[in-house]
């Protein structure tokens, strides 16, 4: 089992940043590919951002590329969220997700654990 949670959403204008963060607790944090899923309201859920477990392997949702940042740090068994460029299209509910040796799928399917959620908000 493992347990999830998110931090460091909020309200921010157009143009700023913000970045999130997913604590993880319970099995072995390194034996988790991580991702980062997005749901606006009346929306499905949306990929984000993926990492694998050694990190060397980043992967991104189209609409996020050049501007979103995904960063792990095993030692914290922590995953990161760097928001930069942030539009009000990327207003959202944020979840966090870990996927037992998985790949950095874009698959919210894929995924075994999530987490309750951040809301994040832009404003124009």
């Known amino acids: 089992q493992v347990q999830l949670v998110e931090s460091g959403g909020g309200l921010v204008q157009a143009g700023g940043s913000l970045r999130l963060s997913c604590a993880a607790s319970?099995?072995?944090?390194?034996?988790?590919?991580m991702g980062w899923f997005r749901q606006a309201p009346g929306k499905e859920r949306d990929f984000v951002a993926a990492i694998r477990w050694i990190g060397d392997n980043t992967y991104y949702a189209d609409s996020v590329k050049g501007r979103f940042t995904i960063s792990r740090d095993n030692a914290k068994n922590t995953v990161y969220l760097q928001m930069n460029s942030l539009k009000p299209e990327d207003t959202a509910v944020y979840y966090c997700?870990?996927?037992?040796w998985g790949s950095g799928s874009n698959r919210d399917s894929e995924y075994d654990y999530w987490g309750q959620g951040t809301q994040v908000t832009v404003s124009s």
């Open positions: 997700a870990a996927d037992y």
């Open positions: 319970g099995r072995t944090f390194r034996d988790y590919a």
